[in-house]
């Protein structure tokens, strides 16, 4: 298996037959969970933003190697895209330092696999119009930062 490969399916996850989109969305749930329980909020906003950068070029070349555009067992943009939702679900609360909320990062999920399937613009929009690494990771990228303002927005409401 290419490096690339082994990056883009985050080490075969893509390759499941049922639904690995979400399943790497819940994979990546409790990995969001440590990362935030060891750094915070801002943690796991570089973890995704390098997942990002690596699913780039992963993807970009599995696309080239394969001749399929946003090949579904690319699923590393989901962990990115799952990642940055989750981000927002962790708030910081000043000299109390960073909450986790359980059911924050529940709605997470929940949002970005809404965002990710159904693809409201401008997730639409980058899934249709960027190509490449960049056209497969910048759709869950959006996705997750819609679905992290849609739980900021819940959260000012309704603490969780």
Do not use: N
């Not at 037959?17 to 990546?28: E, I, R, Y």
């Not at 090949?71 to 000043?94: K, N, R, T, Y």
């Not at 909450?99 to 613009?121: E, G, M, N, Q, Y």
């Not at 990771?137 to 992290?148: E, P, S, T, V």
């Amino acid at each position: 298996m290419r490096l690339s490969t082994a990056l883009a399916s985050v080490f075969g996850i893509g390759y499941f037959k049922f639904a690995p989109g979400t399943v790497m969305s819940a994979v990546a749930m409790p990995l969001a969970f440590l990362i935030a329980l060891s750094g915070g909020a801002g943690a796991l906003l570089a973890a995704s933003i390098a997942v990002f950068v690596i699913g780039i070029y992963a993807c970009g070349d599995h696309v080239s190697a394969t001749g399929r555009e946003d090949p579904s067992e690319c699923v590393i943009d989901e962990l990115a895209g799952q990642w940055l939702a989750c981000a927002f679900a962790v708030m910081s609360l000043g000299a109390a330092g960073a909450v986790i909320s359980l059911p924050a990062l529940a709605l997470a999920f929940i949002f970005f696999r809404l965002f990710d399937i159904w693809k409201p613009w401008p997730v639409s929009w980058a899934d249709q119009k960027l190509e490449g690494g960049l056209g497969v990771m910048a759709d869950d990228m959006l996705a997750g930062l819609m679905a992290g303002l849609v739980v900021v927005l819940i959260r000012i409401g309704v603490p969780l």
